[in-house]
């Protein structure tokens, strides 16, 4: 790892209770497609220090900036991670890359009735051998057995992951839909899904208004939809996610610092790789991963405002949007966009979130 060490977790003083981030969601409310077009979702805009709540337009956005301020995108690139096969025993297995690890090396979740053994062989719908290398928790380590490389094999096999709460087979459309116009660095398995509402037009109208842009690639693992199983969040052992803040973005960072203007993360994604490398309050370069687990008792400093969508109930994510504006302004915001008809999760509709 390149840059100052990776904070872990968000603090290790007062337990935080995973009851604490529920709340009541209709079915109905989880966007199972994206809209015709993608600037046409809905934000709410929720000014913690003014507890102030705003029911707006995406395309709305550019309203809250001003020029000088550096709009901080997530690049990754989102891989068609899902394939199909069989055991040598003829059983069905879907296999989700929950990340890559080497040219021929992944780590993966495993839709099979009997978890194979480590040796065990896994056909692809091609005929590609795929080794259980091992197994650690409910991830299993592969290695793919072919002189093709992998990021090659799953362009040419595999299918766009769609997040599990989506309740249907992805189709062609997701293959443009569930990535961003921005993405650029192949490695996700999921998508940064509050940069999924920028089109072309809404970035021209932004840069317009003299808003400057700066870029992260933190690569999205399958892990970020693990569930918190124990009530004290503390014991929750975050996964891990490749990331790289680059020298170029720490000086625009510092700029746009020193003029007085604001820096905005567009997803929760922007905001721990931010974090992760951000040490006495300053950003600094990094490559490497991280684990760190942001929730209330963190301060986050790396940031003045936050663009992101509505995430899951007790959910890692919702405990970060919590630690920056409170978790009880925040939860409050959720009722009211239930009660609005909001859309949620990762097809669904935004959030920007000003601190309090």
């Given at each position: 790892?390149?840059?100052?060490?990776?904070?872990?977790?968000?603090?290790?003083?007062?337990?935080?209770?995973?009851?604490?981030?529920?709340?009541?969601?209709?079915?109905?409310?989880?966007?199972?497609?994206?809209?015709?077009q993608?600037?046409?979702?809905?934000?709410?805009?929720l000014?913690?220090?003014?507890?102030?709540?705003?029911d707006?337009?995406?395309?709305?956005l550019?309203?809250?900036?001003?020029?000088?301020?550096?709009?901080i995108?997530?690049?990754?690139r989102?891989?068609?991670?899902?394939?199909?096969?069989?055991?040598?025993?003829?059983?069905?297995?879907?296999?989700?890359?929950?990340?890559v690890?080497?040219?021929?090396?992944?780590?993966?979740?495993?839709?099979?009735?009997?978890?194979?053994?480590?040796?065990?062989l896994?056909?692809?719908?091609?005929?590609?051998?795929?080794?259980?290398l091992?197994?650690?928790?409910?991830?299993?380590?592969?290695?793919?057995?072919?002189?093709?490389?992998?990021?090659?094999?799953l362009?040419?096999?595999?299918?766009?992951?769609?997040?599990?709460?989506?309740d249907?087979?992805?189709?062609?459309?997701?293959?443009?839909?569930?990535?961003?116009?921005?993405?650029?660095?192949?490695?996700?398995?999921?998508?940064?899904?509050?940069g999924?509402?920028?089109?072309?037009?809404?970035?021209?109208?932004?840069?317009?208004?003299g808003?400057?842009?700066?870029?992260?690639?933190?690569h999205?693992?399958?892990?970020?939809?693990?569930?918190?199983?124990?009530?004290?969040?503390?014991?929750?052992?975050?996964?891990?996610?490749?990331?790289?803040?680059?020298?170029?973005?720490?000086?625009?960072?510092?700029?746009?610092?020193?003029?007085?203007?604001?820096?905005i993360?567009?997803?929760?994604?922007?905001?721990?790789?931010?974090?992760?490398?951000?040490?006495?309050?300053?950003?600094?370069?990094?490559?490497?991963?991280?684990?760190?687990f942001?929730?209330?008792?963190?301060?986050?400093?790396?940031?003045?405002?936050?663009?992101?969508?509505?995430?899951?109930?007790?959910?890692?994510?919702?405990?970060?949007?919590?630690?920056?504006?409170g978790?009880?302004k925040v939860?409050?915001?959720?009722?009211?966009?239930?009660?609005?008809g909001?859309?949620?999760?990762?097809?669904?509709?935004?959030?920007?979130?000003f601190?309090?």
């Amino acid at each position: 790892m390149v840059g100052p060490p990776d904070r872990e977790s968000g603090v290790k003083a007062e337990k935080v209770k995973k009851s604490d981030f529920h709340f009541d969601l209709p079915p109905g409310l989880i966007a199972q497609q994206p809209l015709p077009q993608r600037s046409a979702s809905r934000l709410l805009v929720l000014d913690a220090a003014a507890d102030t709540l705003a029911d707006r337009r995406f395309t709305d956005l550019a309203d809250y900036f001003r020029a000088g301020d550096l709009l901080i995108f997530n690049d990754t690139r989102v891989l068609p991670a899902r394939l199909f096969g069989r055991k040598e025993t003829g059983g069905a297995v879907e296999i989700l890359i929950e990340r890559v690890s080497g040219n021929h090396e992944a780590r993966a979740q495993l839709g099979v009735s009997k978890k194979p053994r480590p040796g065990g062989l896994i056909l692809l719908a091609d005929g590609t051998p795929v080794r259980v290398l091992g197994r650690d928790g409910p991830f299993f380590d592969l290695r793919f057995e072919t002189d093709e490389a992998l990021e090659k094999l799953l362009l040419r096999l595999g299918r766009m992951p769609l997040p599990p709460y989506i309740d249907r087979a992805a189709d062609t459309a997701d293959d443009e839909r569930y990535q961003t116009v921005f993405a650029r660095e192949p490695g996700a398995v999921a998508a940064p899904t509050a940069g999924l509402h920028f089109d072309e037009a809404l970035l021209d109208a932004l840069r317009a208004r003299g808003v400057e842009f700066g870029h992260v690639t933190l690569h999205v693992g399958a892990g970020t939809f693990q569930p918190i199983r124990s009530e004290d969040v503390r014991e929750h052992n975050m996964h891990r996610e490749w990331l790289n803040v680059g020298a170029e973005l720490v000086e625009k960072i510092r700029r746009t610092r020193a003029a007085g203007n604001r820096v905005i993360a567009v997803g929760t994604t922007v905001v721990r790789a931010l974090e992760s490398a951000t040490r006495d309050g300053e950003v600094f370069p990094l490559a490497g991963e991280t684990q760190i687990f942001i929730f209330p008792g963190y301060r986050i400093t790396s940031v003045d405002a936050l663009v992101t969508n509505f995430h899951l109930p007790e959910s890692t994510l919702l405990m970060l949007v919590s630690a920056f504006a409170g978790r009880e302004k925040v939860l409050a915001a959720y009722r009211h966009a239930v009660e609005r008809g909001y859309r949620f999760f990762s097809y669904g509709d935004a959030m920007l979130v000003f601190p309090g």
